[in-house]
């Protein structure tokens, strides 16, 4: 059977969910070209590896040639200092939507974050592409990308889907994540219709399986047919026995962005 792509790139592919990706993703590509800072272990022959700085432009670039669509997922995966920001997250996603502008590379699928709008609160009722709200650098970082997949859309053509991820693990590890949690087959389904949906514009969807709590209306991002299949539920009674209930009052608490809200600035961390 002929599969929907002839290549697909995946960045940040030896992480966490880089690793998952490529194996939910093989179906779809005749080849998966895995990229990261370090080699990605056990290669299977659908599979080429390419060792590339997202910060290179020249090498980043040259990544998207000859590709159908591209899964970024490479950066910084938490707040860092201002320049590693800059350099991982900001200057090495420019580098991927511009190659792809030059290589003629028509879908992106970019793992934004919950930290994109983490200043929300829980209870304001908000849609899964609500206005930006950063709680970090980090999460200024993942406004911007956000902002460049409308220009390149608007522009230049290219569909992209900037799925703001919450908190993607094999189980919820916390109270927060009975929410917030994504689970690897939900993370790999949404990523998977993402590429595949006949028109994908430039969404931008929130990251999350079929939890019975739901703070945050994804109804916006339907076109995509991203079906949850997995749920946080099964886990409450094991995360409430083990954990203690979260001061309520506590910005960490209130702000859908979670313990992001309460870090100070990372370049005065460095400094001391």
């Given at each position: 059977?002929?599969?929907?792509?002839?290549?697909?790139?995946?960045?940040?592919?030896?992480?966490?969910?880089?690793?998952e990706?490529?194996?939910?993703?093989?179906?779809?590509?005749?080849?998966?070209?895995?990229?990261?800072?370090?080699?990605?272990?056990?290669?299977?022959?659908?599979?080429?590896?390419?060792?590339?700085?997202?910060?290179?432009?020249?090498?980043?670039?040259?990544?998207?040639?000859?590709?159908?669509?591209?899964?970024?997922m490479?950066?910084a995966?938490?707040?860092?200092?201002?320049?590693?920001?800059?350099?991982?997250?900001?200057?090495?996603?420019?580098?991927?939507?511009?190659?792809?502008?030059?290589?003629?590379?028509?879908?992106?699928i970019?793992?934004?974050?919950?930290?994109?709008?983490?200043y929300?609160?829980?209870?304001?009722?908000?849609k899964?592409?609500?206005?930006?709200?950063?709680?970090?650098?980090?999460?200024?970082?993942?406004?911007?990308?956000e902002?460049?997949?409308?220009l390149?859309?608007?522009?230049?053509?290219?569909?992209?889907s900037?799925?703001?991820?919450?908190?993607?693990?094999?189980?919820?590890?916390?109270?927060?994540?009975?929410?917030?949690?994504?689970?690897?087959?939900?993370?790999?389904?949404?990523?998977?219709?993402?590429?595949?949906?006949?028109?994908?514009?430039?969404?931008?969807?929130?990251?999350?399986?079929?939890?019975?709590?739901?703070?945050?209306?994804?109804?916006?991002?339907?076109?995509?047919?991203?079906?949850?299949?997995?749920?946080?539920?099964?886990?409450?009674?094991?995360?409430?026995?083990?954990?203690?209930p979260?001061?309520?009052?506590?910005?960490?608490?209130?702000?859908?962005?979670?313990?992001?809200?309460?870090?100070?600035?990372?370049?005065?961390?460095a400094?001391?």
């Amino acid at each position: 059977m002929t599969k929907p792509f002839k290549k697909i790139l995946i960045t940040g592919a030896a992480g966490r969910l880089g690793t998952e990706l490529r194996h939910g993703l093989a179906p779809l590509a005749e080849t998966l070209r895995l990229s990261d800072r370090v080699a990605c272990e056990n290669l299977s022959s659908h599979e080429e590896m390419v060792v590339c700085d997202l910060s290179d432009e020249k090498a980043t670039m040259a990544l998207l040639e000859g590709c159908d669509a591209v899964v970024h997922m490479g950066g910084a995966p938490l707040e860092r200092p201002w320049q590693e920001i800059l350099d991982s997250n900001i200057r090495g996603s420019y580098h991927i939507f511009e190659g792809a502008r030059k290589h003629g590379v028509k879908r992106v699928i970019y793992a934004s974050s919950v930290h994109a709008i983490g200043y929300h609160k829980i209870d304001d009722g908000i849609k899964g592409d609500a206005t930006g709200r950063p709680d970090s650098l980090y999460g200024v970082s993942k406004c911007f990308v956000e902002a460049l997949a409308s220009l390149y859309y608007d522009k230049f053509g290219i569909e992209s889907s900037c799925v703001r991820i919450f908190s993607s693990f094999p189980e919820p590890a916390d109270r927060r994540m009975l929410w917030s949690w994504l689970s690897f087959g939900d993370c790999i389904r949404m990523i998977s219709a993402c590429l595949t949906a006949p028109h994908l514009g430039a969404t931008v969807m929130a990251g999350m399986s079929d939890n019975t709590v739901k703070p945050v209306d994804t109804s916006s991002a339907g076109h995509v047919g991203y079906v949850p299949q997995d749920s946080a539920e099964s886990f409450r009674a094991s995360v409430e026995a083990k954990t203690e209930p979260a001061d309520p009052n506590a910005a960490s608490t209130r702000c859908i962005g979670g313990w992001f809200v309460d870090l100070g600035h990372q370049d005065d961390a460095a400094a001391a």
